[in-house]
Each structure stands twice: as structure tokens, then as C-alpha cells.
């Protein structure tokens, strides 16, 4: 049976992407900055970028046939050893470029895919990314089959004159419905849990992977998350139990989003997403000092929609604040000037969230004192407005 491709560290790789009518050669260029960061974290090294302009994908090989020799030849000279593509590819499509390049090609969601088994620690982040990993592989089969002419011994129930695309796709299918069984007893026992949690006021913090969540985390509930400067550092969902004041609440850090994510790793970390469609307040961290920022607050924003999660209280914090200002402000810049901006950007998107923005620094700690008040306050609220007889909590 066909085997998820996995990445080996430090494998030379090669990107390439696609200016089409609904992606310009500007948002080309973010993805594919985004892409050489998502190989970076798999252990790939990224050695050069490829794009060419189309009206769409080529149907066979993505890519025009003089582009995928441009590729062919530089891999062969510089002993590539991984291909890229930013857009997902059908499985003929992937079969027919390895032939003409000679080297193993994989696509964005299968690098993210990659990604997660990597990190996945738990039974449960385990599984989801397995099923996910496995409803990617179903559609693919056929294109993927190097040999559908070939006639099997007949495994299961059809008798010898079944074809192994036909036994692997039923084998898919059967492992994917194993897999679906056990993440919904999984899903029950996560359900129970939060159950249990009683009547304690649930913050979730949400975001586009790497904008610092777990960093923040760790400062707000004084406990060691694991947190680093790479894509996707948490899947599973952490949450902690934390008093402010006197008040307890439960936070809870969840996995990152991104632009392409999988629609399969959406579904079938169904349950890790729970945790924010229970919960009664979101913090929407986001990393400021990133060129894109805006447009990734568009993907939480557009995410949360799909899984139903937009309808609650959202407190917006922008966050890395030290580095905004060291990749914006030039040193000949006047502190009043400085100050002048910073209040309109400020302004700005109080305006655009309705006063419920923050701007702080979870590293240095930059406006802590501040998010603790705002966040303490929102929770108080929450406690009176949801459970007024437990005069305890506020």
C-alpha cells in the first residue's frame, strides 16, 4: 500500500508555485515565504523558488511543460532531493512530475500533514492526524497507482479479480473508518472532561500559528508550555486552571491556524476544536509585527466562521509590539512621532473592534499589567452574566 511521504531532515528542497487568475504574484510570493517556513520546520532546507504565470493549473504536470524541464534540470545539476508545491496536486498529477523530475514531490497540505505527525505527542493528536493523513491518500489512489493494470491475488471479499487500486482503496477506507470510531471515543471522553470542568468561565486563545499564544499562555498562567519559533509548536489543546485576583478561570492554548489548511485536518480535529467553540470568551493573538498581519486576522476570522465560533466575545491582542516597532520605526524617528503613530494605530483598530483590542509584548512583558485588568474584568462579567448566583467568583 502507498505510504504517506515523510520528510527526512535536512532532505534540499525546491518550491514552486503559481500566478493564476485568482492569485496574484504578490500573494504568490507571501505563500511561498510561508511555504519555505513550513519546510523549514519539517527539517527541509529550502534551496530555490519556482513560479510561473498560467491561466490555470496544467492538468497533467501543474506547471507547463518548460517550466517543469526548468525545474528537471536544476534538480538533477544540484542534487535536489524534495519538489514542493505550494497548491494541492491530484495523484496523477504527482506521479507524472516525479516521472518527468525524477525526485520525490509532495504538496502544501501533504508538508503540513508531514508537520503534524511530527509533533503530534498524544493518542488523540495521533489519531486525527492519521485520519486526516488517510482521507488526504483515498482520493489519490488511482493517480498514485503505478501498476492499475495489474491483476491481484484478491484480498477481501470481491475474489481474485479484484485490482490491488481496488484492494488498497478498500484497505484506505476500512483504516479510515477505524480511525473515525476511535476519535469519536476519544471525542466522548474529551466531552466528559469538559464537563467535569463545572461552572468555571472558559477563555480559549486562538490565532494563526507561530503569532505567541503559548507564550502567552505561560505568562498568564505562570506554567511551562511548550512554545517555540516554528509552525504548529502545539496541537493538542492545553488548558490550564488560573486565578486572577481571586477569580478562577479555565484557559485553554489550541493549535494554530493557517492559510490552505487541510480540510481534512479541520474535520477530524473536531474535538481539539471544541475547546474553542465552548468556550465563553476568545483572545484572537496576533502577531503584529508580521508584514501579513492583517491578512492573517482574515484566515482566524474566516476559520472560526466555519467552525461556528464567531458568535462570542473576542478580545483582539496584538501582540509582539518590540518588534513591530524595531521592523517599523527607523532610529532617526522622534519619540513624539513614534508615539503619534503607535496612538493611530491604536485608534485604528479600537475602532475596528469596537474598543476590544490590546496591544502588548508576551516576551517582555510590554502592557501585561494592562491585558491582566482588561481580561480580568471581561471575566467578571461573564461570571454575572452567566452564573449570577455564585456571588463567589466576582
Excluded at 491530484?90 to 520525490?104: C, D, F, L, M, P
Excluded at 501533504?110 to 511530527?118: E, Q, S, T
Excluded at 492526524?129 to 470481491?158: C, D, F, N, T
Excluded at 474529551?190 to 464537563?195: E, F, L, S, V
Aim: contains cysteine.
Amino acid at each position: 500500500m502507498i505510504e504517506h511521504k515523510q520528510i527526512v531532515e535536512n532532505e534540499r528542497a525546491v518550491l514552486v508555485g503559481l500566478i493564476h487568475r485568482f492569485q496574484t504574484e504578490t500573494q504568490l510570493q507571501e505563500y511561498l515565504h510561508e511555504l519555505a517556513f513550513l519546510a523549514e520546520t519539517a527539517g527541509a532546507v529550502t534551496e530555490k523558488v519556482f513560479f510561473q504565470k498560467l491561466p490555470k493549473p496544467d492538468s497533467r504536470t501543474f506547471v507547463g511543460k518548460g517550466k517543469l524541464e526548468e525545474i528537471r534540470l536544476y534538480v538533477q545539476e544540484k542534487g535536489i532531493q524534495l519538489v514542493i508545491f505550494d497548491d494541492e496536486l491530484t495523484g496523477s498529477q504527482i506521479i507524472n512530475i516525479e516521472k518527468a523530475i525524477g525526485v520525490k514531490t509532495i504538496d502544501r497540505s501533504d508538508l503540513i500533514l508531514d508537520i503534524f505527525a511530527r509533533r503530534a505527542k498524544t493518542a488523540q493528536a495521533k489519531v486525527q492526524v492519521e485520519l486526516a493523513q488517510y482521507q488526504y491518500l483515498l482520493p489519490r489512489l488511482k493517480g498514485m497507482w503505478q501498476h492499475l493494470e495489474r491483476q491481484g491475488g484478491g484480498i477481501g471479499s470481491r475474489g481474485p479479480g479484484e485490482t490491488e487500486i481496488e484492494t488498497d482503496r478498500r484497505i484506505v477506507k476500512d483504516k479510515i473508518g477505524l480511525l473515525r470510531k476511535r476519535l469519536a471515543e476519544i471525542d466522548k471522553q474529551m466531552a466528559t472532561q469538559r464537563k467535569e470542568r463545572g461552572t468555571f468561565i472558559r477563555i480559549a486563545l486562538v490565532g494563526y500559528t507561530n503569532v505567541g499564544k503559548s507564550t502567552l499562555m505561560n505568562v498568564i498562567s505562570k506554567s511551562e508550555v511548550f512554545a517555540e519559533n516554528k509552525l504548529f509548536a502545539t496541537l493538542d489543546t492545553t488548558t490550564r486552571k488560573v486565578v486572577f485576583e481571586q477569580t478562577p478561570f479555565l484557559l485553554s492554548d489550541t493549535v494554530g491556524f493557517i492559510r490552505k489548511l487541510p480540510h481534512h485536518l479541520v474535520e477530524s480535529f473536531k474535538s481539539t476544536l471544541d475547546e474553542v467553540r465552548e468556550a465563553d470568551c476568545l483572545l484572537h493573538i496576533v502577531d503584529i509585527s508580521h508584514p501579513k498581519y492583517e491578512d492573517q486576522m482574515g484566515v482566524v476570522i474566516k476559520t472560526l466562521q466555519d467552525i461556528k465560533a464567531f458568535d462570542k466575545p473576542i478580545i483582539t491582542v496584538f501582540n509582539k509590539m518590540d518588534l513591530y516597532e524595531a521592523h517599523t520605526f527607523d532610529e532617526w524617528l522622534s519619540d513624539e512621532i513614534k508615539a503619534e503613530l503607535l496612538q493611530q494605530l491604536e485608534e485604528r483598530w479600537q475602532l475596528e473592534t469596537e474598543g476590544n483590542a490590546l496591544f502588548i509584548s508576551a516576551t517582555t512583558k510590554r502592557n501585561i499589567d494592562q491585558f491582566r485588568h482588561t481580561l480580568l474584568a471581561k471575566i467578571k462579567a461573564l461570571y454575572e452574566e452567566r452564573y449570577p448566583y455564585l456571588t463567589h467568583f466576582y
